[in-house]
């Protein structure tokens, strides 16, 4: 079962500005590493159409610190877990749940949920001074965990978690956790098939770490 919140990428918000006149400058060094590229001019192209998807065709600005929050949202965390579901799908592990955590307080700062919240929704804390709607969420989240641990689904008869069927390649379907709770289709399906296109072309695959022999004198000296 995977999980994630809507708004990852405010954990990063306060590197944003500081790094404003270098994301303008070069946008080629806020690739994600795991991309590899035949020239430096391809890498820039890419990079140029990475800026252009998230922040159009301005340069980027102190008011765009939401879409910064998207693009690491995207490239630090939903990409790469969409990706691996989409490999664990085609070596046949096809029991797999996917839900997106977006719950906020009306008081919050940010209409989104930050990095790790849905790990704090279900973990063991007071429930001093939330609201019940709160209350409710943490118990559904503890429920669905619980079940999946239990019987390798987060969904039973007496369960209060909506239906929850598997999620396919497309990343769909995926519970959304909310102010409402509902199954929603592809989760982003246009980012998911704009990254897909980049990382097909380009994409490191993983190598193992060199071997070395030391040699009779170092071996000695060793």
């Known amino acids: 079962m995977y999980g994630l919140t809507n708004k990852e990428g405010l954990m990063s918000l306060g590197d944003f500005n500081p790094w404003i006149d270098l994301m303008n400058e070069d946008f080629s060094a806020f690739l994600p590493g795991d991309l590899k590229f035949e020239s430096v001019d391809e890498m820039k192209e890419i990079a140029e159409a990475v800026k252009k998807f998230y922040f159009g065709n301005k340069p980027i600005d102190s008011n765009m610190d939401m879409n910064f929050v998207d693009f690491q949202t995207d490239t630090l965390f939903v990409y790469s877990m969409l990706r691996n579901i989409q490999l664990q799908i085609a070596a046949g592990d096809t029991n797999i749940?996917?839900?997106?955590?977006?719950?906020?307080?009306?008081?919050?700062?940010?209409?989104?949920?930050?990095?790790?919240?849905?790990?704090?929704?279900?973990?063991?804390?007071?429930?001093?001074?939330?609201?019940?709607?709160?209350?409710?969420?943490?118990?559904?989240?503890?429920?669905?965990?619980?079940?999946?641990?239990?019987?390798n689904n987060p969904v039973l008869d007496s369960s209060p978690v909506p239906s929850w069927p598997n999620v396919n390649k497309y990343g769909s379907p995926h519970l959304s956790v909310g102010k409402?709770?509902?199954?929603?289709?592809?989760?982003?399906?246009?980012?998911?098939?704009?990254?897909?296109?980049?990382?097909?072309?380009?994409?490191?695959t993983p190598q193992p770490p060199r071997t070395f022999t030391l040699n009779s004198e170092a071996k000695n000296s060793a």
Not at 186 to 204: A, D
């Open 97 to 151: 749940y996917l839900y997106e955590y977006s719950y906020y307080e009306d008081d919050s700062k940010f209409q989104g949920a930050t990095h790790c919240r849905q790990t704090r929704a279900v973990r063991d804390e007071t429930d001093d001074g939330f609201s019940q709607e709160y209350i409710n969420i943490k118990r559904l989240l503890r429920q669905a965990w619980i079940n999946f641990i239990k019987t």
């Open 180 to 204: 409402n709770i509902e199954l929603r289709g592809p989760l982003i399906k246009k980012k998911f098939s704009f990254w897909n296109s980049i990382y097909e072309k380009h994409y490191k």
